[in-house]
Nanobody
Framework: QVQLVESGGGLVQAGGSLRLSCAAS????????MGWFRQAPGKEREFVVA????????YYADSVKGRFTISRDNAKNTVYLQMNSLKPEDTAVYYC??????????????????????WGQGTQVTVSS
């Protein structure tokens, strides 16, 4: 089984940037579709972005499109989330997730939390105004 550990969170001013990392151990990530989710206080967890096993395909939530970029380095067994132009509404705990599930397509189904088998512990991102 794979274990996931997020890092890189912190406090940043609106308009600033952060880069989150998700490091895996136990198994290689090369066969896993990877996703990022986030959860703000008092709200349910929401989908942010997903990336295919090779990194060739990505799928972003509308709220972060054009500001966030997901990438992966399978040789380092790590997935990244580059966050630019951060807004106070981006404040949340950010979670890394992984799945070996075979999807019937590439799109909306990737937003479904139950698709993902493994989750990290989360890292806090706070954006001040």
């Amino acid at each position: 089984q794979v274990q996931l550990v997020e890092s890189g969170g912190g406090l940043v001013q609106a308009g600033g940037s952060l880069r989150l990392s998700c490091a895996a151990s136990g198994r290689t990530l090369s066969t896993y579709i990877m996703g990022w989710f986030r959860q703000a206080p008092g709200k349910e967890r929401e989908f942010v972005v997903a990336i295919s096993t090779t990194g060739r395909s990505t799928y972003y939530a509308d709220s972060v499109k054009g500001r966030f970029t997901i990438s992966r380095d399978n040789a380092k067994n790590t997935v990244y989330l580059q966050m630019n132009s951060l807004k106070p509404e981006d404040t949340a705990v950010y979670y890394c997730a992984a799945t070996t599930a075979a999807t019937t397509g590439w799109g909306t189904q990737l937003r479904t939390e139950t698709l993902y088998d493994y989750w990290g512990q989360g890292t806090q991102v706070t954006v001040s105004s």
